[in-house]
């Protein structure tokens, strides 16, 4: 049984950092691509990262040079690294596993099978 559980989000000022992290079990978590996205109430859930069984990561645009995509395969653990963060940033924040090797091109929600519960951020300015 696949499980993702999130943790590390809380409440932050404006430039300040969090680290958000996501321990996975049930499955062979070294081999599978991994994200994270985010979601505001009434918005779509985004992509921010994703990083495959090979340590190639990508990014949304708006993130790139601020947050950082990482895991530790020894832990089963993924995490997020955010720094610089803005109001923008606010958001619930989930981690989400994808059963190939291989992430795709595009970070999409449509493309991954299973989720976690997610992590609020906030950001105040």
Do not use: H
């Not at 680290?19 to 979601?39: E, H, L, T």
């Not at 790139?64 to 606010?90: C, H, V, W």
């Not at 059963?99 to 991954?112: E, G």
């Amino acid at each position: 049984q696949v499980q993702l559980v999130e943790s590390g989000g809380g409440s932050v000022q404006a430039g300040g950092s969090l680290r958000v992290s996501c321990a996975a079990s049930g499955y062979n978590f070294r081999r599978n691509c991994m994200g994270w996205f985010r979601q505001v109430p009434g918005k779509e859930r985004e992509g921010v990262a994703q990083i495959d069984a090979y340590y190639n990561t990508e990014y949304k645009d708006s993130v790139k040079g601020r947050f950082t995509i990482s895991k530790d395969n020894a832990k089963n653990t993924l995490y997020l690294q955010m720094n610089n963060l803005g109001p923008e940033d606010s958001a619930m924040y989930y981690c989400a596993a994808r059963m190939t090797w291989s992430c795709l091109a595009a970070i999409r929600n449509t493309d991954y099978n299973y989720w976690g519960q997610g992590t609020q951020v906030t950001v105040s300015s």
